[in-house]
């Protein structure tokens, strides 16, 4: 899985570091006193049947969306207007948000690298007779490459933002909530409306989210293409805004539904309820390849640790 990765930015072919999308500094870290989080993490890419693959668990912050995704030059100078070592980033800035964005996607990119590579070794050096199992691996490896070449189609309308300030490709939402939630959720995700994969061109939606706890404050960027209808971004932009700390929280269940890169804080965990988050566990395995617009699910997670959180006349503070 340690891929010799080369950065990410155009024409440079310089071996890439070890790289974040989140400011350790001013995201991760003022939510981590003990610098640790809960982090929604694989704990095996190779038995997929394990019935707690996927979970959240406490990392260290060092661990948290972290990637190989840009030489040591780029890393400091491309993303040095959000890494700002006085002061803070204005996010209601498009080119910030194309920045972070940028990151988000570079590092769905090499995830997505990553696991073609495991499942490319595993489809060639397995022992294994059953039939099911190299079809499911064939499976899974051509959606990988379906997805890749979606991504790389967005990484170039992102490097139009980042390097030539041409802003018009990429738009986004913006939202910044006057109350912090110790939520991280940086991920691009795609959104069917149900029709099927011969749809997929016309149909099928990029969404890019990021949202973080941001000096006392929560910020919520989706980034969208205006060729599509975004049926469901549209339908969900209603309750970022919502006073009712239960439809933020089947917002916010939602767009965990949909990634698998999200971390919250050490004390936002441990005030979610044990059977919803058991519930949550359930569903995602039995929804993780459901892009539809619409699926049931544990709406109720982040209820307790949203009400804390929430002031009731939060509208009024805006």
Known sequence: MQINAVCFCPTCNQK?????????RHILQPICPESHLYLFDRRDMIFLSSADMLSYRRKGITKAFGFQGFCQKHDSTVFSEIEPKVGRVDWSNIRNQYLLSYRS???????????SDVLNHLIQYSVSNNPNYHFNLCLSLSELRNSLTNLLCYKQFLEKGVFENNFEYIKFNYYELPF?????????????DGRGLCFKYDFQELNIVNIFPYYGKTI????YSDNFKNTWM???LPNIKTPFPHL?????TDILY?????AMSEKMFKRINPELLNGFYITY????TNYDLNFDQIASLLYEPLKEVMPTDWQNLI
């Open 285 to 288: 395995r039995e929804q993780i």
């Open 234 to 236: 549209n339908s969900i």
């Open 220 to 223: 919520i960027i989706i980034g």
């Open 258 to 262: 949909r990634t698998e890169l999200s």
């Open 180 to 192: 912090q939630i110790d939520l991280c959720i940086s991920s691009p995700f795609r959104v069917e």
């Open 248 to 252: 933020l929280s089947k917002l916010l």
């Open 16 to 24: 890439a570091i070890f790289s974040h999308v989140f400011s350790k």
């Open 105 to 115: 996607l570079c590092r769905e990119i090499y995830a997505n690298k990553v696991v």
